[in-house]
């Protein structure tokens, strides 16, 4: 019976289709995680599958899962979505400013119980180098092993695990000096700090617990 990667080199359409159906969830989640933004996800999505096809022919015909392959094409499509992002963004930044319009959406993500939470996560993430954002999103989020990982993005497996290790680092201290800058006292003191301890901690404890056991 012919394999899959001999049925994606081959061009098959059905086994291109399959091969949608088993990872495009995980392509989507591992797109939204490296750009932040459910439509750029969708639109990342959509790139790597067309890419993949036109890039079937370097399936290698002997290997495990194809995840990692349609990873490392996700990510490569991700940073170049990112960098017509910038130029777009800068391109707007030459026009005047426009009329300053009230900000609803801050005081609506105010009553979210865990926006301090989602707060100190990313802005603990956006301090990370892209490299380091991206081995995290393999190997935490994506669940990919260091040898998977370094397969999706071609490089060694060391430096997958340095760059994993520093990107732990970063996290906890940004959490720990986040953590440092809470109030200790003044009104509602009693309630208001522990709940932010609490989530301080989930915030601290990111790496760490979301790690796969492997990649501890």
Not at 171 to 181: F, N, T
Request: hydrophobic share 40%; with cysteine.
């Amino acid at each position: 019976m012919e394999s899959m990667r001999s049925r994606i080199r081959a061009g098959d359409p059905d086994a291109f289709g399959a091969l949608f159906d088993e990872h495009a969830r995980a392509v989507y989640n591992h797109a939204f995680r490296l750009t932040g933004n459910w439509s750029s996800a969708e639109d990342v999505m959509a790139l790597t599958f067309l890419e993949a096809w036109r890039l079937r022919g370097r399936v290698l015909p002997d290997g495990d899962s194809l995840r990692p392959w349609l990873l490392g094409i996700a990510t490569n499509t991700a940073r170049n979505a990112q960098r017509a992002r910038r130029r777009y963004e800068a391109a707007l930044g030459r026009l005047p400013p426009p009329d300053p319009v009230p900000d609803f959406a801050q005081e609506l993500a105010d009553r979210i119980d865990d926006a301090c939470t989602l707060e100190i996560v990313g802005e603990a993430i956006s301090r990370l180098r892209p490299a380091e954002r991206e081995v995290l999103a393999l190997c935490v989020w994506s669940g990919l092993d260091y040898s998977g990982a370094a397969e999706a993005l071609g490089i060694p497996v060391g430096t997958v695990r340095s760059r994993l290790a520093r990107a732990r680092k970063k996290l906890a201290k940004a959490a720990g000096e986040r953590a440092g800058m809470e109030p200790e006292s003044g009104p509602g003191a009693d309630r208001e700090p522990a709940r932010r301890r609490g989530q301080l901690m989930s915030g601290r404890a990111f790496a760490a617990r979301h790690t796969p056991e492997e990649t501890r």
